[in-house]
């Protein structure tokens, strides 16, 4: 199965694919998957493969995704302002070791999926993390246009200009974006009355996309229950896995289509019966609508509320770009 706009794979980057799976099903990463050069990219991952690393203290998928984000978060200012009139400080960095939840520095982690199907009963994992949806409200949202869809497929929250105001995760349909006080441009504006941090997510590891890597968590993952490729391959390929284990696809219509999707052999309507929801635990409920900005009363009411947030970030985010390379080119960043 090969794309028109896919560069030939070599040997040497074929022997770095995820080998066995890539290879049986005639897919493969490609030498140097530039953003620009590939297109939209896309994941999928295969709910009957992922075993949930059980043999390991956390999962090898999350333990390489918190090895690369370590250090993503700078230090966290001490005292942290507490805005008005919110008051509402939201303080990690004390808690960075958990990762059964998302957090800003856990951005994925293992739902655990106890069904019963056919008389029998089965125990599957479904490791969760940002969509990379295909028409992002949590980007369309932003006040301070700090968060974008790219080329490559990957939805980025530039954290240079993110204020925490955490609108991208009201309108996320599993709230995955998590915020971090006391960091970030707000602290060096109005920190008491405008911003509370940064939002932190999954951004696809597009530093390592942008230098022909694959992302860490499927690099990591023994089981090689997750794939990256071009949009429509993996879009392929799924509904070709899903259709073999007369199974079930995820994330194709979901919040208006995304670039993740998962496979299983139990519906995700028995998944999302029994996996254990929360904040930072989303549920996987299927059929979930788009949330558009601006159309619905959520939309409008987030949309309309900062208004001297967004007056005060104007002005801050121009003094600090002032003094800052934008990276915002790096990976092809499109406006959504
Ligand atoms: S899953 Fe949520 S945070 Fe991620 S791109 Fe979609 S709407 Fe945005
Ligand atoms: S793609 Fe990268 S940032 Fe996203 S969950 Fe995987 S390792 Fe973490
Ligand atoms: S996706 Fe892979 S690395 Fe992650 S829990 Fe499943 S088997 Fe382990």
């Not at 070709?240 to 919040?255: C, W």
Request: with cysteine; glycine share 8%; hydrophobic share 35%.
């Amino acid at each position: 199965m090969k794309s028109n706009n896919f560069p030939t794979l070599s040997r040497r980057s074929f022997l770095k694919t995820s080998a066995g799976v890539l290879a049986a099903s005639g897919l493969a990463w490609p030498e140097k998957a530039q953003a620009a050069r590939v297109g939209q990219l896309a994941t999928l991952i295969d709910l009957s493969l992922c075993d949930g690393c059980l043999d390991r203290a956390v999962p090898a998928c999350v333990s390489a995704c918190k090895t690369i984000n370590g250090d993503t978060i700078p230090p966290v200012a001490d005292p942290i302002p507490v805005p008005w009139p919110r008051k509402t400080v939201e303080d990690w960095s004390r808690k960075r070791e958990v990762s059964d939840r998302l957090t800003p520095y856990n951005y994925l982690y293992v739902h655990r999926a106890e069904v019963e199907q056919d008389g029998e009963r089965k125990t599957l994992f479904v490791p969760r993390r940002c969509m990379h949806c295909d028409n992002p409200a949590c980007a369309t949202i932003c006040p301070f246009a700090a968060n974008h869809k790219h080329e490559n497929g990957a939805v980025i929250i530039d954290q240079e200009l993110c204020f925490g105001g955490a609108k991208c995760k009201t309108v996320c349909p599993w709230e995955i974006p998590q915020r971090q006080s006391g960091v970030g441009i707000y602290l060096h504006i109005l920190p008491d009355y405008a911003g509370n941090g940064v939002m932190y997510k999954c951004d696809l590891c597009n530093d390592r996309l942008v230098r022909g890597k694959q992302p860490a968590c499927i690099e990591a993952c023994p089981q090689k229950a997750m794939l990256i490729g071009p949009r429509d391959e993996m879009l392929a390929e799924a509904e070709r896995r899903a259709r073999q284990m007369k199974g079930h696809l995820y994330g194709k219509d979901e919040n208006g289509g995304t670039s993740t999707f998962y496979i299983s052999p139990v519906s995700f309507d028995r998944i999302n019966a029994t996996i254990k929801k929360g904040p930072g635990r989303p549920d996987m409920k299927p059929g979930v609508k788009r949330q558009m900005a601006g159309t619905d009363p959520l939309g409008k009411a987030v949309l309309t509320a900062p208004a001297i947030g967004i007056v005060a970030g104007a002005a801050g985010a121009l003094k600090w770009l002032a003094g800052r390379k934008s990276k915002l080119a790096e990976g092809g960043k499109k406006d959504v």
